[in-house]
């Protein structure tokens, strides 16, 4: 049989050091890019790489190529169904083409976030996946004066690279299904204005469909009431028909404050929102929604990063990912039978 340091010579991938170290290549994977792993597997990956040569290969490759194979990733938050499935789905992409994702949550506050974005280029990332919705000039600044390649998820950018989904036409098309149903008094309540996309974007498509027949009413949702409870509470004041929320994650508050007052959906009122998420196609809940392919953007950004890391050039602006409108109970009023 071979021995250990011939194989080493002959060339050695990851799936020759799991294999021999009896782990998976991800945790080999997460060894070499510094991640975090047990002590027992390290020692194990450190044998194999010790007998093989297979680390002097890799560092080798990598002082040659100058590049790391990290991408790193800035996200807002990890609250969101939506930001989960734009992450896996970043990661999957990202390990696909051999490169590692670096991602790390940002929920410190804007003043930290230049501080976050210097932290992932220290470690040497080959790109930089900038998800946040508040831009400042500050960080405007910062990002003019990296070298580190830079695109920017979730929203549009004058200067640099960015991949968004369309909030506009998704906004449009639960719109045109609302004003079908002739609402009377209808509250919209508004992701922060802060958020340039969900917020204003969504917000605008939504109105600009609805006949001047309509009264409107927007309420801006705090971001630290995700669930939407307080400012739904404060929408039933206003004795509104129709509610329209900027997300799903809004309408659980929604439902809550309407049992409190006796009211049901979509008897008394009628909701529609945002996000498709899992609990919405609930028969409880039943919720009308805009379904967005966070899969597709979250593979798109990561693999438009990459381009970045290699020294290609990309498009500056894709957001033409499919949106699908699934009509559910919620947004329309029962027949009535005799």
């Known amino acids: 049989l071979m021995s250990l340091s ?39 990956i450190a044998a194999v790489i010790q007998q093989t040569g297979f680390q002097s290969n890799i560092f080798a490759s990598r002082l040659k190529t100058n590049r790391s194979y990290l991408i790193g990733v800035l996200i807002d938050g990890f609250d969101s169904p939506s930001v989960n499935r734009v992450l896996s789905s970043i990661s999957s992409a990202c390990h696909d083409a051999g490169y590692q994702p670096f991602i790390m949550i940002d929920e410190t506050g804007e003043d930290n976030k230049i501080a976050n974005m210097r932290a992932l280029i220290q470690q040497g990332v080959d790109a930089l996946i900038l998800g946040t919705a508040l831009i400042t000039e500050g960080h405007r600044d910062f990002l003019s004066r990296i070298k580190v390649p830079t695109i920017i998820l979730g929203r549009t950018y004058d200067t640099l690279p960015w991949c968004k989904i369309d909030d506009y036409s998704g906004g449009r098309l639960l719109g045109e299904h609302v004003a079908r149903q002739h609402p009377e008094r209808l509250v919209y309540l508004s992701m922060g204005s802060d958020d340039p996309s969900a917020g204003e974007e969504r917000c605008r498509g939504v109105l600009s469909t609805l006949s001047s027949d309509t009264q409107v009413r927007v309420i801006e949702v705090d971001h630290v009431d995700n669930h939407g409870y307080a400012c739904a509470a404060k929408a039933l004041e206003w004795k509104p028909d129709y509610i329209v929320s900027a997300s799903d994650g809004f309408c659980l508050g929604i439902f809550s404050a309407l049992d409190a007052k006796g009211l049901s959906v979509p008897r008394d009122i009628r909701v529609a929102s945002f ?28 693999l438009k990063a990459i381009e970045l890391a290699s020294g290609n050039s990309i498009e500056p602006e894709c957001c033409d990912y499919p949106i699908e409108l699934i009509i559910r109970k919620s947004s329309v009023r029962p027949t009535t039978t005799r």
């Open 275 to 302: 996000g498709n998420h899992a609990f919405s196609s609930l028969p409880s809940i039943s919720l009308t929604s805009i379904a967005y392919d966070y899969e597709a953007l979250g593979r798109d950004v990561a």
């Open 6 to 44: 011939a194989i080493g010579l002959f060339g050695m991938n990851i799936k020759d050091v799991a294999a021999l170290s009896g782990l998976s290549k991800s945790t080999v994977s997460r060894y070499l890019n510094g991640g975090s792993i047990s002590q027992q597997s390290a020692d194990k």
